[in-house]
């Protein structure tokens, strides 16, 4: 608990948290949701597509989206990590925290086994054992990146859970 009453009361957990600047807690939880935005929208419009949604729209072009979501990734992880040094103290020692993480590991995992399996051969989703693996994968991002979201919230409600007392 000391090193992360340290990390929240350093410059940069106080300058997140108190700076009045639009590139301290403002700015970057903006980031975070342009990035969250990007990253889950995306991967949602995949992976509905691959579950059916939209048949006119042809999948392989779709591949195309795949570093757009990296990138939003990457910007989602940059600023979580510049946002959890305000609240280290809140978000480290929360449970709904690591389960939110938990479900954005999974969800970079289906992103990547999307990418890799039903990407690397579209014309392969012709084979009924393909195209099951690759609606489970689709169905599995879905529920990742929800869950995400939903534990996402959560984490800033500490109270409902009795994990802090008002």
């Known amino acids: 608990m000391e090193l992360l009453t340290w990390v929240e009361n350093s ?3 106080t300058w997140v948290r108190e700076s009045p600047s639009a590139w301290a807690y403002s700015g970057l939880i903006s980031f975070h949701a342009f990035g969250l935005a990007f990253v889950v929208g995306l991967s949602w419009a995949i992976a509905l597509r ?7 729209l042809p999948l392989a072009p779709m591949e195309k989206l795949f570093p757009v979501i990296w990138i939003a990734f990457w910007v989602n992880a940059v600023s ?3 946002l959890v040094t305000g609240t280290a ?12 993480m938990t479900f954005v590991v999974l969800g970079v995992v289906t992103v990547w086994l999307l990418k890799n399996q039903v990407f690397r051969d579209p014309a392969s989703l012709n084979t009924r054992a ?37």
């Open 11 to 13: 410059a940069l957990g």
């Open 50 to 56: 691959i579950l059916g949604f939209a048949p006119g």
């Open 80 to 82: 979580g990590a510049l």
């Open 89 to 100: 103290t809140n978000d480290l020692t929360n449970p709904v925290f690591f389960t939110k």
């Open 130 to 166: 393909a195209a099951q693996k690759a609606r489970i994968l689709a169905a599995a991002s879905l529920a990742c990146w929800a869950g995400a979201i939903v534990a996402g919230r959560l984490v800033e409600y500490p109270v409902l859970f009795g994990l802090r007392k008002e």
